[in-house]
């Protein structure tokens, strides 16, 4: 598995342990949940596990937490095997998906928790306490009990809870799935600057591939129980190595194209380089993302391999994302919503594909060739 | 939530000639019928059931205010009898009211430190074996006393050579209250996310006896109430298993008392107090059972 060196610079320079995975395996039954995976984390380095469910990724994490056993492998924290350990000594912050404060207690008592049982004196938990409600912003809210509280700062208070008995490690399971779109995306940003500021070397699972690329220093695409690319978001967004990278991460056009054998691939008259220069001569399918197509109207409108008809405009916000019928496929284009409101259903428009390295895949070729 | 409001989501999808005011009043003017109509329907049926409890109730309280049974008349000396009655050879009654009490209190407290630890590991750990123990907790439910005390005067005897104390009693009583206990339990343990909770607590340090006793038992403090009071009730009023094991707590005391003095006006007055304080409890219970403020 090639390990791209971005990211790792930046977090070298934080504290916080690094943490290794090694040939960690997990059947469920017949199932396999993980197969012999392999994950470094470095010192003070978020790393997110990205998938879809059923991938994986919170089996992973919940491993690397003690709260399931692996089948084979082992976990490395800080140079120490704590494989064996059970979830209480493994000295971890967690905040799950589901909001798990404590009901019966408050937020400072909540946040206190994990102190109180490693009995520090009272002074010391309320003192590290507020400090930690004050970092998630909560203060006002320390007397407060969990049904009082949003679930977002539910989710901020289990930050604080997690982070008070400084764990060697910050583990966060879909934290953010149960809130809507625009306090997800608040305590998103939140949950990085909090984790740069206190330099915790940090896993994230989610399988919303935008929280993914906005939050992660590095980012592991899984599927069927193994990392298929792991590497900084530019690098998984922009060159993708499978096929399966592509389509998860971001949206991509599936067009037939003919590889030149020497680095590129001609799809639609359209010439473009290619992720994977070794590709051998012959048919394949290319994975064009929409961002790379451009859409202009008012020209020729004869007939040729990137001529067609727009069929649907969806306004996104600021793009809108404009679907052009072909004749034998669609296309879908990324734009300005300034420039797709010029646009019109029906209207006779002309494709430009941008030069982007693409991926392109063999295999499916005479498939969809067929 | 999806709103249910039948006016607002339903009037889009009525064709146009059908849509507005008129049927919305329409549908609104029959459930008002139809609601008065069940209003009616429970102030009846309340009335009938509060008669044919009250009545009884009214009554036994009217005798235990007489002087002597249907004298007529006005005493409270069948109450201040509670504290002194005695029958020859059998204990004082306030001594068997005592018993009974601390019975009750010994059987809900053994119920629970039975029942709560259990529970809780069984959904923390081996939850596929939670049909079993619930069957095992309702059977007592389903076996008559008289069976019961068959099956257990063997262990009875072998008890009763080495303490004789009607204390003993709870060791049947836990069993007996197993149905009951293990229902209100569950329904304290099903309202706690067992497993997030557990999992927050055991990643914060705790050990699995914190994770039970401080985290978990403490969120279903609802249910282990319910599951006290109902056990508590019940050995209040348990005659036959007492009876035909030879013990002598209250409700045996009063049937004692009864067939030597048929109208003994304290049995009114102890028969009331004990409805009325179990009552009490339930109410209690039905009332401590309402969801705080806000709460959830």
């Not at chain 1, 067609?308 to 306004?315: E, K």
């Amino acid at each position: 598995m090639s390990v791209p060196a971005t990211g790792v610079s930046s977090a070298a320079t934080r504290s916080g342990v690094e943490v290794r995975l090694e040939g960690l395996s997990r059947h469920y039954g017949d199932v396999k949940a993980l197969d012999g995976l392999d994950l470094t984390l470095h010192q003070g380095e978020l790393v997110v596990l990205l998938g879809p469910s059923g991938c994986g990724k919170t089996t992973t994490l919940r491993l690397l937490a003690g709260l399931e056993d692996a089948d084979t492998g082992r976990v490395m924290v800080g140079g120490q095997d704590v494989t064996g350990l059970p979830a209480s000594k493994r000295d971890m912050g967690m905040v799950f998906q589901a909001y798990s404060l404590f009901p019966h207690m408050t937020v400072k008592d909540n946040v206190a928790f994990g102190l109180k049982l490693r009995h520090k004196p009272r002074a010391e938990r309320d003192k590290r306490a507020m400090d930690m409600l004050e970092l998630v912003g909560l203060t006002t809210q320390a007397g407060r009990y969990a049904h009082q509280l949003s679930g977002g700062q539910q989710q901020r208070v289990a930050l604080a809870r997690a982070l008070a008995i400084q764990p060697q490690v910050l583990l966060l399971d879909e934290p953010l799935s149960a809130l809507d779109a625009k306090v997800r995306a608040q305590l998103r940003d939140e949950i990085r600057r909090i984790q740069l500021e206190v330099g915790t070397t940090t896993l994230f699972v989610t399988h919303d591939q935008e929280e993914a690329l906005a939050i992660a220093d590095r980012v592991g695409v899984m599927r069927d129980g193994r990392i298929e690319q792991l590497g900084s978001p530019v690098d998984v967004y922009t060159r993708p190595e499978t096929p399966f990278v592509a389509e998860f991460v971001g949206l991509s056009n599936r067009l037939a194209g003919e590889a030149t054998g020497s680095g590129t691939v001609v799809v639609r008259g359209a010439t473009l380089p290619l992720v994977d220069a070794d590709m051998p001569a012959g048919p394949v399918v290319a994975q064009v993302r929409p961002e790379a197509v451009t859409v202009t109207s008012g020209g020729s409108t004869e007939a040729g391999p990137l001529t067609g008809t727009v069929i649907a405009i969806t306004f996104l916000g600021a793009t809108s994302r404009v679907t052009v019928d072909l004749g034998d496929t669609t296309v879908m284009a990324a734009m300005a919503t300034a420039e797709a409101t010029s646009l019109a259903a029906g209207e006779r428009v002309t494709l430009t594909i941008r030069p982007n390295p693409v991926l392109v895949s063999a295999e499916s070729a005479a498939a969809s060739a067929g | 939530m999806a709103s249910v409001d039948a006016g607002g989501a339903v009037a889009p999808a009525i064709p146009s000639e059908l849509a507005g005011a008129g049927t919305a009043k329409t549908r609104r003017g029959l459930h008002g019928r139809r609601r008065r109509r069940l209003n009616v329907f429970r102030y009846i049926a309340f009335a009938v059931f509060g008669v044919f409890f009250v009545l009884p109730l009214l009554a036994l309280l009217r005798m235990s205010l007489e002087p002597a049974a249907g004298a007529g008349g006005w005493s409270l000396a069948a109450w201040k009898q509670i504290v002194s009655y005695t029958v020859v050879g059998t204990p004082s009654l306030i001594s068997r009211v005592i018993v009974t009490l601390e019975l009750g209190v010994i059987t809900a407290a053994a119920m629970l430190v039975l029942l709560v630890p259990t529970m809780i590991w069984i959904k923390l750990k081996v939850p596929w074996i939670s049909r079993t123990v619930e069957f095992l907790c309702l059977l007592p439910l389903t076996i008559p006393a008289i069976v019961l005390v068959v099956g257990l005067v063997p262990v009875y005897n072998w008890i009763q050579q080495r303490n004789v104390s009607t204390f003993m009693l709870f060791w049947v009583y836990v069993v007996l209250v197993l149905p009951y206990a293990y229902r209100a339990l569950a329904a304290g343990l099903n309202s706690v996310d067992v497993k997030t909770l557990s999992e927050a607590a055991r990643g914060l340090g705790a050990s699995w006896f914190t994770v039970m006793f401080r985290i978990i038992a403490p969120n279903m403090r609802q249910g282990i109430l319910n599951a006290s009071l109902l056990s508590f009730s019940l050995v209040l009023g348990e005659f036959p298993i007492a009876y035909l094991l030879l013990y002598v707590n209250l409700q045996v005391e009063m049937y004692s008392i009864s067939r030597n003095t048929p109208n003994a006006s304290v049995l009114f007055s102890t028969s009331f107090a004990v409805l009325v304080f179990t009552f009490l409890l339930l109410l209690i219970l039905s009332y401590v059972g309402r969801p705080r403020r806000g709460r959830r």
